[in-house]
Every structure is written in structure tokens, then in C-alpha cells.
């Protein structure tokens, strides 16, 4: 169980890593298009693009830590409730488990005969688990999960840092935003795998999200600049 546990902290610090830099990847693309659509002063989208990537970095750790803190707060009152549940009437704790075995079309015997194996050996555990979908302890640490985003924000806009700066005048835009797709399109891929969801709606919420945020940023950057 302990191994368990672990191996879910650590799929959860690695989603709020894989998370951090592709929210670096996409607001950090955003304000450099968005800026380079104004202007094509390569200082000002470079030092815009450096003040959304210190900015972006604080809030997104700040953001980490509070809703992990939140989470956990949460979980810890679910645990409570289940402790009184247990203690005032254990029958129906051990009937909604049975009865969502048999729901999930274990035979009746069959899942009677699971429910007492797993309430004798751990009842608190067991019914938090198929109430409330989640282990007793198995929390993730949020000091772990903001570090994880502080570094993996900056990490993700480094991507369109170069992009806009190093490319040429004439390419910089598309080329930035060829980059940025592919990047997203990782990053959609790599946080819907450690979620065990669809691969491919991950990937293409990611990109078409990116591609309005560069094309909404730039429209109203070329705006700007017109005037």
C-alpha cells in the first residue's frame, strides 16, 4: 500500500510539473505573439515575454500550494465523515459498497463475500475509497507540487523565448507558433497519460487552445500597433 501511495504522489507531482509548463509554454507564447503582433522592437517582446515568465512562475507555485492544501482539506473531512459513518452505522457503510460491487455486476455472493474481506481488514480505507474515490493518505505534499510548477513554468517558457527571439524577423511569428503547437501537443499528450484519459481529446484541447490564445493575442497586438 505504501509503495501505492507513493507511486500516486508522484504521479500527481509530475502532473502539477507537466501542467506548469505547459501553462509556461502557453501563456508565455501568448504575451510574446501578442506583443510582436504591436511591434517588432525585439527588446520589448523579449523583456515582455521575461516579465510573464517571473510572473506567470510566482503565480502558478502560489496556485499549487493553495489548491493542493485545498484538496487535502477536503479529503481530511471526507475521512472524518466516514470515521462517524462507520461508527454510527456500520451496515449501511458495508451495504453501499456491496451494492456498488453488485452495481458494477460482481454476483451478489461474490461481492458480499469481497465487502467482508475488505471491511474486516480495513473499513475506514475501503469505504472512503468507494465513496469518495481516493485512498486514506495518500496526499500530495503541496510544497512538492508548487516546486514542481515554479520549475517546470520557466522550464516551458523558455520554448517561445527562443523561438521569438532567434528566428528571423520574417518568420518569427509562424515559426513561433509552429513550435509552440508541437510543444502543447506533448505536454496535452503527457498530462492526459498520467490521468488515464483519452490521449487524443487531451492533445487537441491543448493545441486548439493554444492556437486561440496566439491568434486572439496577436489580433489584438496588430490592433494596438496600428494605432
Do not use: C
Not at 74 to 81: K, L, S, V, W, Y
Not at 90 to 99: A, L, R
Not at 113 to 133: F, H, I, N, S, W
Amino acid at each position: 500500500m505504501n509503495k501505492k501511495r507513493t507511486l500516486a504522489q508522484r504521479i500527481n507531482v509530475m502532473r502539477a510539473a507537466v501542467m506548469g509548463a505547459n501553462d509556461g509554454i502557453l501563456s508565455v507564447a501568448g504575451i510574446v505573439i501578442g506583443v510582436a503582433g504591436a511591434t517588432t522592437n525585439s527588446f520589448a517582446i523579449f523583456i515582455s515575454g521575461i516579465s510573464g515568465m517571473l510572473a506567470g512562475t510566482v503565480s502558478m507555485a502560489m496556485g499549487e500550494y493553495v489548491s493542493v492544501n485545498t484538496t487535502k482539506d477536503t479529503q481530511r473531512r471526507a475521512i472524518m465523515r466516514q470515521k462517524e459513518a462507520l461508527s454510527d452505522s456500520y451496515n449501511n457503510e458495508f451495504n453501499f459498497v456491496k451494492q456498488k460491487y453488485v452495481d458494477d455486476g460482481i454476483a451478489p455472493e461474490l461481492a458480499e463475500q469481497a465487502t467482508k474481506e475488505m471491511m474486516t481488514k480495513d473499513p475506514l480505507l475501503t469505504t472512503v475509497r468507494e465513496r469518495y474515490g481516493f485512498d486514506v493518505g495518500e496526499f500530495t505534499s503541496p510544497y512538492a507540487a508548487a516546486i514542481a510548477s515554479m520549475i517546470s513554468f520557466p522550464i516551458g517558457s523558455i520554448l517561445p523565448m527562443l523561438a521569438i527571439t532567434l528566428l528571423p524577423v520574417s518568420a518569427r511569428i509562424w515559426g513561433t507558433a509552429v513550435a509552440v503547437v508541437i510543444a502543447l501537443a506533448l505536454t496535452g499528450y503527457s498530462a492526459a497519460t498520467l490521468s488515464n484519459a483519452n490521449r487524443g481529446h487531451g492533445v487537441m484541447r491543448n493545441v486548439i487552445s493554444g492556437v486561440i490564445t496566439m491568434i486572439v493575442t496577436f489580433a489584438i497586438g496588430t490592433l494596438i500597433g496600428s494605432h
